[in-house]
């Protein structure tokens, strides 16, 4: 997963659930400035725009410019990184039917690829839509666990038939 | 020349949902005792299945002197057949779920948690394109 590049804005939530406070909108401007390798279409513009009108342009807005999103979305406790029109393989939900929507809002970040808010610990549902549809609850491949300990006449085999929900990412869109 | 065929790419749930199965099948026989417990599911509960599912096609057939089976169709033209012999209509009803809730394809082990055929939004990543090493 690319972790090197380099305006990416972090910040606590102090005073905003948004998770980025002012101090980190100047980090921004001040380490593209500096850098000498990077790619010169995606960071030249929102350099010199972060630059002239960092008091002003908000991270939802220089994120909205932006063309595709992902975000890393919890679900039980545990993280999906999902784009539009993703899957995602669950284990069973036992109170969903074919067809519903689920409106995720349990969301760590919400990036693109120049700019990411990660929440602490969720970002702020105000600045998000992503929904979800269950389209299948399909029943897994056989699973087969085997121990054995050698010479100790010791051996067992345990099969498990997993339950999955798969959901479909039906919504993905940042609000300004 | 022919024109050859173009398959949209499906994305169900995206825009519509479209419920994958298509057709039940109930085959009984009315004279063995493995049906027994089918026979009791078709008169109690399978009306009440097919009055909350009117997108499945539901057809009842004797077979004689066979074990009884519930045979599902799906959109994308494969079928699943589940042999349901001694089993009592709760039993039934499970696999009758089982059936209805899944799509035509096989059962498979699911590796990762994200099926995804999006490319990265960040991109692949480039020794050239970060901040330079500094000692």
């Given at each position: 997963m690319l972790r090197s590049f380099t305006s990416r804005m972090v910040g606590a939530a102090q005073r905003t659930n948004?998770?980025?406070?002012a101090s980190a909108v100047r980090l921004f401007s001040a380490t593209s400035s500096t850098s000498?390798?990077?790619?010169?279409s995606s960071t030249a513009s929102p350099t010199t725009s972060a630059s002239t009108q960092s008091s002003t342009d908000s991270p939802i807005s220089l994120l909205r410019n932006q063309l595709r999103y992902y975000a890393v979305a919890e679900i039980k406790n545990r993280p999906y990184l999902i784009t539009k029109n993703d899957i995602i393989v669950l284990d069973?939900?036992?109170d969903v039917q074919l067809g519903d929507v689920i409106e995720l809002n349990q969301i760590k970040e919400l990036g693109s690829k120049d700019y990411a808010i990660q929440g602490a610990p969720y970002v702020s549902p105000e600045y998000y839509s992503i929904k979800a549809t269950v389209i299948e609850q399909p029943k897994g491949k056989i699973v087969e666990t085997f121990k054995k300990k050698r010479r100790k006449h010791f051996q067992r085999r345990y099969h498990i038939k997993p339950l999955h929900t798969l959901l479909r990412v039906s919504e993905l869109e940042v609000k300004a | 020349m022919v024109a050859p065929m173009v398959h949209p790419v499906l994305k169900n749930g995206v825009g519509a949902f479209i419920p994958q199965c298509r057709r039940l099948v109930f085959h009984y026989c009315e004279r063995s005792g493995s049906s027994r417990g089918m026979i009791e599911y078709l008169k109690k509960d399978l009306i009440q299945f097919a009055k909350e599912h009117p997108h499945v096609e539901v057809i009842v057939t004797p077979r004689p002197s066979k074990h009884p089976v519930i045979r599902g169709l799906y959109l994308n033209g494969k079928d699943k057949v589940v042999c349901v012999r001694n089993m009592e209509p709760t039993d039934i009803a499970g696999k009758v779920a089982l059936l209805k809730e899944s799509s035509g394809n096989r059962m498979k082990v699911?590796?990762?948690?994200v099926i995804s055929t999006?490319?990265?939004?960040?991109?692949i990543w480039s020794p050239f394109h970060t901040t330079p090493h500094k000692i």
């Open positions: 948004l998770g980025v406070t000498q390798a990077t790619p010169t069973r939900l036992k | 699911f590796k990762k948690p999006t490319e990265s939004v960040r991109g």
